[in-house]
């Protein structure tokens, strides 16, 4: 997960519900409702959500933050929490040991290569509030063991599926391969937004060519060689980046945000193995936060409904076509802003969790 992802989420605050019904069937995905979550220390915030079966849908955060307040107002000093992960099983929520993470940090990003292979990943907090470096942990089926990076970085990202287990450190991508690391290779000059790894020779970077040039900018490596490909995104311009996703070496796609319009506008791109072009979302949201591949190679795209705010906005690409999903509002809320989607395999079932305008964050599902 990126840090544009983890400071969407970082919002947040959770509706506690009860009950979940049985699956739902692929015509009524969206009947959202409320799961019951475990107790979490007040300032709790969700990152991602992560299904591997029905019985291993995992969620990941952090609890207790401390806000010291300053002699003025806009002063002050944040204290981090602790990291919060925790597993759906058997109809409740486990929690594991992290070894190696015991408090002052945050869990941003949960994968799944198998329903007892998950790997985390997120900051560890120094004194204050300073990271100290990253932090990586593979489940062992009792606890979350750390797990050494292939060399020392500020910074880190995590792919993991059943494709394979990659990690993004300073120095480049590496490959996990039994209890080793190998490099595959070094990204290009670019100011990240989003990365994809779907095999050694098939990875995507999109990114701008600077902090302060906002050009979408797209580069591919083939196992071989980087290449700028060409994009055209929307016409609108500012496109942020928050999540892509690749099918084939000639069939990938991204979603963003853009807010060089009143209000915000979703970006929706696709390359065709020619160029990454921009798409035209179903009508109704103003931002497109995750995409994930469901069954049966059913796309799912998630976001902010501008015109049904209580409700997650959902958009199904099915048949060559993106359509609008009805979904079911959050109860007792106005507004939700989901930053998070999670497929279970062979059920179907959604799992999304976001920020709710009031309380703490809210985790849903449809079956």
Known sequence: MTSWKASLAAAAALLLAAGLASPASAATRGDFRPVSLPFFWPNNYLYDVEAASSDSVWISGLQGELIVPGPIPGTGQTIPGNPVVRRWKNGGWVEYALQGLPSRGSIVDVDAAGPEDVWITGPRFGDGASVSGPYLGHFTGSQFEQVALPSASRSLSLQASAAGVWVTVDDGVYRRTGDTWTHITTFPSVYLQESYIRADDDIWVLGSPSQYDQTLVAHHWDGQSWTSVPVHEPSFGGTGITDMIALS??????????????????????????????????SGLNALTRIVKGEHGTLWALGHSLDEPAKPGLLRFSGGTWERV?????????????????????????????????????VLTDG
Do not use: F, Q
Not at 254 to 268: E, Q
Not at 327 to 351: C, D, F, K, M, Q
């Open 249 to 282: 070496p000639s069939d990938a796609w991204a979603t963003g945000i853009s807010y060089k319009t009143s209000p915000a506008s979703p970006v929706l791109m696709h390359w065709d193995g020619t160029a990454w072009t921009s798409v035209t979302p179903p």
């Open 326 to 362: 009805p979904t079911t509002a959050v109860p007792n809320r106005s507004n939700i802003y989901a930053t998070a989607l999670a497929v279970v395999p062979e059920t179907g079932a959604l799992w999304t969790l976001g920020t709710v305008n009031i309380g703490g964050p809210v």
